[in-house]
């Protein structure tokens, strides 16, 4: 099979990618007291050497302090943190990779199952005062500009899967009465707040799901005009790629057009999208947290989206965790691993 396309590079502002693959953001847990250690980096930085085009790092959260349920989650803020962050992004440049850190407020999401708590209640739209609302924006702003600070390329912001930004965007959890009821406003002051921080030339990329953890069939836009009047303000706002998480990417969108989502965001609004979910494997990635195994799967389909232009970028997760040289194995021909739940229990 011919994927020729998937290592073409990519260049747009200023992020210059050498192919079309994206590590997608996986939260290892691996960072006590939220502090990146130097596991952290040789782990990111064996996916540099092993040619992947853009890493974006597991969800990583923002000064504010019932962002995360989990301690072993990293912080994007603090001294040490950013520190162990510093060191990082240094591996993967000198390794000849491009790195996004996954900007995180998990907002009000269930409690961890180690029982750990943060020191104030986890916060969402329905408890969030408008002070509280304003201080994380200026932290998702805070935390873009020192990503940029400390010389990544680029900064992913985390608005999927039912966290604090898609919590905003879905009438399941958002049951505000005043401006913030509108679905998109919170997502639109965070974005434009981040752009203000960084600047016009840093690209600032933004993930979005319509499946939520708290509801697998949720969906924001029923079609395309609800997507348009979803993603349209975003765009406006400053962002310059949009991350289209499915759990499997061969899923049409919309009835009437075998477009999956990153296909319907690049058609509708025109600005480059990564696509994602279950690339080269058989089962997604749901069953990885019940410790299903998955076995490979051919990238037929995947082409002949991509060839076919449909998105400019593919995410890889369960792969590119199991094996490093997954990118190389691709290109260069090689035998692909089946992924299996034992790669989550090391930071290989
Ligand atoms: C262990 C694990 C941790 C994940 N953590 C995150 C995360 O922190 N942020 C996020 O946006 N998605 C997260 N995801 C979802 C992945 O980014 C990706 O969308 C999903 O695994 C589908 O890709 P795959 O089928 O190639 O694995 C995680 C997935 C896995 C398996």
């Known amino acids: 099979m011919n994927t020729q396309n998937l290592f073409k590079p990519f260049n747009y502002k200023g992020l210059h990618l050498k192919n079309r693959i994206v590590m997608a953001p996986m939260t290892r847990s691996f960072s006590p007291n939220g502090i990146p250690g130097q596991n952290v980096a040789d782990y990111y930085g064996r996916r540099a050497a092993g040619d992947v085009g853009l890493i974006l790092s597991e ?129 639109v002051d965070v974005i434009k707040a981040v752009r203000a921080a960084v600047g016009a030339d840093f690209p600032v990329i933004i993930r979005l799901s319509q499946w939520k953890q708290q509801d697998y069939n949720a969906k924001i836009a029923q079609n395309p005009k609800e997507m348009e009047a979803w993603l349209r303000p975003l765009v406006d706002a400053g962002v310059d790629i949009l991350h289209c998480s499915q759990r499997r990417f061969w899923e049409a969108e919309f009835e009437g057009s075998d477009l999956n989502f990153a296909g319907w965001a690049k058609k509708i609004t025109g600005v480059p999208t990564i696509t994602v979910g279950s690339v080269g494997l058989d089962g997604d990635f749901f069953g990885a947290f019940r410790g299903d195994s998955s076995a490979t799967a051919p990238l037929d389909e995947l082409m002949r989206r991509l060839d076919r232009g449909d998105f400019d970028l593919v995410a890889v997760g369960r792969a590119l965790l199991q094996d490093p040289q997954w990118v190389q194995k691709v290109r260069d021909g090689g035998e692909l691993q089946p992924f299996t739940k034992a790669a989550l229990e090391n930071l290989l």
């Open 59 to 187: 969800g990583t959260v923002i000064n504010r302090p019932s962002s995360s349920n989990d301690p072993n989650i990293p912080h994007f803020y603090g001294e040490q943190s950013l520190a162990g962050w510093k060191n990082v992004i240094n591996k993967v440049h000198q390794l000849g990779g491009k790195m996004a850190p996954q900007i995180w407020h998990m907002g009000a999401v269930k409690p961890h199952t180690s029982g750990w708590l943060p020191s104030t209640p986890l916060e969402g739209p329905a408890s969030m005062s408008e002070k509280d609302i304003h201080a994380s924006i200026e932290a998702y702003a805070a935390a873009a500009l020192d990503a940029k600070k400390l010389g990544f390329d680029t900064v992913e912001l985390h608005g999927a899967h039912g966290y604090l930004i898609d919590q905003f965007f879905w009438p399941g959890m958002n049951t505000r009465t005043d401006q913030y009821a509108s679905g998109n406003r919170f997502a």
